[in-house]
Protein backbone atom coordinates (compact mmCIF):
# COMPACT_ATOMS: atom_id res chain seq x y z
CA UNK A 1 0.00 0.00 0.00
CA UNK A 2 3.09 2.16 0.05
CA UNK A 3 2.24 3.43 -3.10
CA UNK A 4 -0.77 4.30 -2.98
CA UNK A 5 -0.28 6.23 0.26
CA UNK A 6 2.40 8.00 -1.77
CA UNK A 7 0.18 8.64 -4.33
CA UNK A 8 -2.77 10.08 -2.13
CA UNK A 9 -0.14 12.22 -0.12
CA UNK A 10 0.86 13.99 -3.33
CA UNK A 11 -2.00 14.57 -5.19
CA UNK A 12 -3.19 16.37 -1.40
CA UNK A 13 -0.08 18.67 -0.95
CA UNK A 14 -0.28 19.06 -4.57
CA UNK A 15 -3.74 20.11 -4.87
CA UNK A 16 -3.31 22.70 -1.47
CA UNK A 17 -0.64 24.28 -3.68
CA UNK A 18 -2.70 24.96 -6.21
CA UNK A 19 -5.41 26.57 -4.18
CA UNK A 20 -2.75 28.54 -2.63
CA UNK A 21 -1.47 29.49 -5.81
CA UNK A 22 -5.09 30.32 -6.79
CA UNK A 23 -6.21 33.26 -4.57
CA UNK A 24 -3.42 35.13 -6.43
CA UNK A 25 -4.39 34.77 -9.91
CA UNK A 26 -7.09 37.54 -11.53
CA UNK A 27 -9.83 36.24 -13.06
CA UNK A 28 -9.19 36.64 -17.08
CA UNK A 29 -5.82 34.63 -16.02
CA UNK A 30 -8.12 32.05 -14.59
CA UNK A 31 -10.31 31.32 -16.99
CA UNK A 32 -7.29 31.45 -19.90
CA UNK A 33 -5.28 29.15 -17.58
CA UNK A 34 -8.98 26.80 -17.10
CA UNK A 35 -8.90 26.69 -21.24
CA UNK A 36 -4.99 25.91 -21.67
CA UNK A 37 -5.69 23.34 -19.30
CA UNK A 38 -9.16 22.16 -21.21
CA UNK A 39 -7.00 21.56 -24.33
CA UNK A 40 -4.30 19.62 -22.45
CA UNK A 41 -6.96 17.17 -21.28
CA UNK A 42 -7.97 16.52 -24.74
CA UNK A 43 -4.89 15.91 -25.74
CA UNK A 44 -4.18 13.60 -22.41
CA UNK A 45 -7.76 11.41 -23.73
CA UNK A 46 -7.02 11.63 -27.07
CA UNK A 47 -3.79 9.96 -26.47
CA UNK A 48 -5.28 7.14 -24.06
CA UNK A 49 -8.21 6.86 -26.45
CA UNK A 50 -5.80 5.34 -28.97
CA UNK A 51 -4.72 1.90 -26.73
CA UNK A 52 -8.75 0.47 -27.97
CA UNK A 53 -8.19 -2.09 -30.11
CA UNK A 54 -12.17 -2.89 -31.24
CA UNK A 55 -14.53 0.00 -31.71
CA UNK A 56 -17.56 -2.22 -30.95
CA UNK A 57 -16.29 -2.91 -27.23
CA UNK A 58 -15.89 0.97 -26.88
CA UNK A 59 -19.31 2.10 -28.40
CA UNK A 60 -20.51 -0.92 -26.50
CA UNK A 61 -19.14 0.43 -23.27
CA UNK A 62 -20.15 3.75 -23.72
CA UNK A 63 -23.53 3.69 -24.36
CA UNK A 64 -24.26 1.04 -21.83
CA UNK A 65 -22.69 3.00 -19.02
CA UNK A 66 -24.37 6.30 -19.94
CA UNK A 67 -27.96 4.17 -20.20
CA UNK A 68 -26.65 2.82 -16.73
CA UNK A 69 -25.30 6.38 -15.58
CA UNK A 70 -28.49 7.94 -15.64
CA UNK A 71 -31.06 5.79 -14.86
CA UNK A 72 -28.94 5.58 -11.20
CA UNK A 73 -28.80 9.34 -11.86
CA UNK A 74 -25.00 9.36 -10.39
CA UNK A 75 -24.85 12.52 -11.82
CA UNK A 76 -27.52 14.27 -9.58
CA UNK A 77 -26.06 11.95 -6.44
CA UNK A 78 -22.40 13.41 -6.69
CA UNK A 79 -24.00 16.88 -7.18
CA UNK A 80 -26.34 16.57 -4.10
CA UNK A 81 -23.49 15.29 -2.23
CA UNK A 82 -21.06 18.26 -3.42
CA UNK A 83 -23.75 20.98 -2.79
CA UNK A 84 -23.08 21.50 0.81
CA UNK A 85 -19.17 21.49 0.73
CA UNK A 86 -19.79 24.10 -2.72
CA UNK A 87 -22.07 26.08 -0.71
CA UNK A 88 -18.96 27.18 1.44
CA UNK A 89 -16.29 28.37 -1.33
CA UNK A 90 -18.92 30.55 -2.83
CA UNK A 91 -18.26 34.50 -2.54
CA UNK A 92 -19.84 37.23 -4.61
CA UNK A 93 -22.24 34.94 -6.07
CA UNK A 94 -18.94 33.39 -7.52
CA UNK A 95 -17.32 30.00 -6.55
CA UNK A 96 -15.94 26.89 -7.56
CA UNK A 97 -17.78 23.45 -8.87
CA UNK A 98 -17.19 21.30 -6.36
CA UNK A 99 -18.34 17.81 -7.99
CA UNK A 100 -16.63 18.98 -11.40
CA UNK A 101 -13.65 19.30 -9.73
CA UNK A 102 -14.22 16.39 -7.99
CA UNK A 103 -15.19 14.24 -10.78
CA UNK A 104 -12.67 15.54 -13.27
CA UNK A 105 -9.88 15.00 -11.17
CA UNK A 106 -10.72 11.07 -10.19
CA UNK A 107 -11.08 10.54 -13.84
CA UNK A 108 -7.66 11.83 -14.68
CA UNK A 109 -5.81 10.24 -11.60
CA UNK A 110 -7.37 7.08 -11.46
CA UNK A 111 -7.91 6.16 -15.55
CA UNK A 112 -5.45 4.28 -16.98
CA UNK A 113 -2.80 1.60 -17.48
CA UNK A 114 -0.85 2.74 -15.03
CA UNK A 115 -3.51 3.06 -12.40
CA UNK A 116 -4.47 -0.50 -12.60
CA UNK A 117 -1.52 -2.81 -13.82
CA UNK A 118 0.61 -0.25 -10.62
CA UNK A 119 -1.85 -1.33 -8.10
CA UNK A 120 -1.93 -5.09 -9.25
CA UNK A 121 1.62 -5.24 -9.33
CA UNK A 122 1.36 -3.41 -5.89
CA UNK A 123 -0.78 -6.43 -4.48
CA UNK A 124 0.56 -9.20 -5.81
CA UNK A 125 4.81 -8.40 -5.98
CA UNK A 126 4.65 -5.25 -3.35
CA UNK A 127 6.57 -3.36 -5.93
CA UNK A 128 5.21 -0.15 -5.88
CA UNK A 129 7.11 1.57 -8.50
CA UNK A 130 4.58 2.38 -10.96
CA UNK A 131 2.53 3.78 -8.29
CA UNK A 132 5.29 5.88 -7.05
CA UNK A 133 5.93 6.87 -10.58
CA UNK A 134 2.47 8.11 -10.91
CA UNK A 135 2.56 9.80 -8.06
CA UNK A 136 4.92 12.64 -9.24
CA UNK A 137 3.25 13.21 -12.05
CA UNK A 138 -0.67 13.27 -10.49
CA UNK A 139 1.69 15.72 -7.96
CA UNK A 140 1.89 18.29 -10.81
CA UNK A 141 -1.30 18.00 -12.08
CA UNK A 142 -3.15 18.23 -9.06
CA UNK A 143 -1.50 21.66 -9.11
CA UNK A 144 -3.09 22.68 -12.57
CA UNK A 145 -5.81 21.36 -11.62
CA UNK A 146 -6.74 22.58 -8.39
CA UNK A 147 -5.54 25.99 -9.19
CA UNK A 148 -8.30 26.66 -11.27
CA UNK A 149 -10.73 23.88 -9.63
CA UNK A 150 -10.62 24.51 -6.26
CA UNK A 151 -11.61 21.87 -3.37
CA UNK A 152 -12.88 19.20 -5.80
CA UNK A 153 -9.29 18.31 -6.35
CA UNK A 154 -8.45 18.02 -2.71
CA UNK A 155 -11.55 15.55 -2.50
CA UNK A 156 -10.03 13.69 -5.60
CA UNK A 157 -7.43 12.29 -3.35
CA UNK A 158 -9.26 9.77 -0.88
CA UNK A 159 -10.85 8.76 -4.59
CA UNK A 160 -7.32 7.34 -5.38
CA UNK A 161 -6.61 5.98 -1.92
CA UNK A 162 -10.05 4.03 -2.20
CA UNK A 163 -9.60 3.23 -5.99
CA UNK A 164 -5.87 2.41 -6.35
CA UNK A 165 -6.27 1.15 -2.28
CA UNK A 166 -8.95 -1.33 -3.29
CA UNK A 167 -7.15 -2.64 -6.53
CA UNK A 168 -4.13 -3.45 -4.61
CA UNK A 169 -6.21 -5.36 -1.79
CA UNK A 170 -8.30 -7.09 -4.83
CA UNK A 171 -5.07 -7.81 -7.08
CA UNK A 172 -5.25 -11.48 -6.36
CA UNK A 173 -9.02 -11.70 -7.83
CA UNK A 174 -8.47 -9.42 -10.85
CA UNK A 175 -5.47 -10.19 -12.38
CA UNK A 176 -7.34 -13.28 -14.75
CA UNK A 177 -9.71 -10.40 -15.93
CA UNK A 178 -6.81 -8.11 -16.37
CA UNK A 179 -5.43 -8.65 -19.22
CA UNK A 180 -3.70 -6.18 -21.40
CA UNK A 181 -6.48 -6.37 -23.61
CA UNK A 182 -9.06 -5.73 -21.09
CA UNK A 183 -6.53 -2.85 -19.70
CA UNK A 184 -6.47 -1.40 -23.32
CA UNK A 185 -9.95 -1.12 -23.61
CA UNK A 186 -10.63 0.35 -19.78
CA UNK A 187 -8.41 2.86 -20.64
CA UNK A 188 -9.85 3.69 -24.31
CA UNK A 189 -13.07 4.36 -22.87
CA UNK A 190 -11.90 5.93 -19.91
CA UNK A 191 -9.82 8.02 -22.09
CA UNK A 192 -13.31 9.53 -24.02
CA UNK A 193 -14.28 10.48 -20.82
CA UNK A 194 -11.72 12.41 -20.17
CA UNK A 195 -12.21 14.07 -23.60
CA UNK A 196 -15.18 15.02 -22.57
CA UNK A 197 -14.04 16.71 -19.50
CA UNK A 198 -11.41 18.66 -21.90
CA UNK A 199 -14.28 20.10 -23.74
CA UNK A 200 -16.51 20.73 -20.68
CA UNK A 201 -13.50 23.37 -19.50
CA UNK A 202 -12.75 24.45 -22.25
CA UNK A 203 -16.51 25.74 -21.89
CA UNK A 204 -17.68 23.99 -25.42
CA UNK A 205 -19.89 21.21 -23.80
CA UNK A 206 -21.74 20.85 -20.52
CA UNK A 207 -21.58 16.65 -20.46
CA UNK A 208 -22.73 14.94 -17.53
CA UNK A 209 -19.60 13.18 -17.38
CA UNK A 210 -20.43 11.21 -14.19
CA UNK A 211 -23.71 9.25 -15.45
CA UNK A 212 -20.99 7.97 -18.41
CA UNK A 213 -18.56 6.32 -15.44
CA UNK A 214 -20.05 2.78 -15.42
CA UNK A 215 -19.18 2.55 -19.03
CA UNK A 216 -15.25 2.17 -17.42
CA UNK A 217 -16.53 -1.33 -15.60
CA UNK A 218 -18.13 -2.41 -18.70
CA UNK A 219 -15.33 -2.00 -21.25
CA UNK A 220 -12.95 -4.83 -19.13
CA UNK A 221 -16.31 -7.17 -18.84
CA UNK A 222 -17.58 -7.08 -22.35
CA UNK A 223 -13.84 -7.84 -23.49
CA UNK A 224 -13.73 -10.90 -21.65
CA UNK A 225 -17.30 -12.00 -22.71
CA UNK A 226 -16.07 -11.52 -26.08
CA UNK A 227 -12.51 -12.39 -25.62
CA UNK A 228 -14.49 -16.23 -23.56
CA UNK A 229 -17.30 -16.62 -26.83
CA UNK A 230 -14.59 -16.53 -29.53
CA UNK A 231 -12.36 -19.39 -27.32
CA UNK A 232 -15.51 -21.15 -27.58
CA UNK A 233 -15.64 -21.33 -31.39
Not at 46 to 66: F, M, R
Amino acid sequence: MLGVIVNFITVLLGSCIGMLLKKGIPERVSTAAMTGLGACTLYIGISGSLCGENALIVIASVVLGVITGTLLNIDGAINKMAESVEMRFKKDGQGVCIAEGLVSATLLFCVGSMTVTGSIQAGLTGDSSVLITKATLDFVSSMMLASSLGFGVMLASVSVLVIQGGLVLLAGLLTPFMSTGAINEMTCVGSILIIMIGTNLMGITKIKVSDFLPAIIYAPVIYNIINFISKLM
